[in-house]
């Protein structure tokens, strides 16, 4: 028998919601994008759309910067350490503006950014390599992102951990303007952890743009992969801002 169902992480303003099972951890992720149009954009807020996330094959060193000189806030960052690691872990970090900052520990995975200060950063928040060089507080390459005025980032990014795999139960997929002309694509890319930069893409597309349309998916993502959500408008007109809500299950191998 499967144990109570209890929430283990949940913030006010519901980026994501854990709870567990026994052998099964479920959750659910919320990503938000603005101007969606002909280009595609990755559903995470404060890219642009001729920016993407980047993936490690292993743990890295990485450092974080603000595009605001001001800056100077306490940000908290969940991650994977490492391809062994099964279990998100935490630790804090102190902006210094523009000038990046070391991030202590190497990691794998950067799942989440939340600001711990009494105030929200003025600016956009980027992690980047630490061997980089950043550039009034961006780096070349982002592999994680956080608006500071939203105090939290809203990445649709998903990871499988090791010894596990990875269900997407369902998806609902709004963008803030009903044209009947609109199709939004929206695009599940699966990078292997052997070849993060290469992408399995699955398409799913929205009618209207703001239909709001659940789907029910059954197969099995494997371990070390990770699934970005992006969309574009493929027919229709004008540019419109988008979420996304992705149900989503951690079973553990073999199957309990």
Known sequence: MFSVFKNTHLDSNLSIRIGSFRGIKAGNLYGYTTNIGLNERGICH??????????VTSSTSFAIASSDNTDNHVISIEYYADTTSES??????????????????????????????????????????NSATFTTGKPPDIYSVMVGESGQSRMAIMYCPPNKELYIVSMVYQSDIDNTGDIHMVKYKSHLNTNPNAEFVTYYPFSHGCSIIEKLYSDPISALTTVQITSERTAGTGNHDAVIHISYAIVNLPHE
């Open 88 to 129: 998100i872990a935490t630790q804090t970090v102190t902006l210094n503006g523009q000038t990046k900052v070391t991030i202590t520990t190497n990691m794998f995975r950067i799942m989440k950014l939340t600001n711990t200060s009494s105030t929200n950063p003025a600016g956009t928040l980027y992690i980047g390599l």
């Open 46 to 55: 404060g890219l642009i759309s001729s920016e993407q996330l980047n993936f």
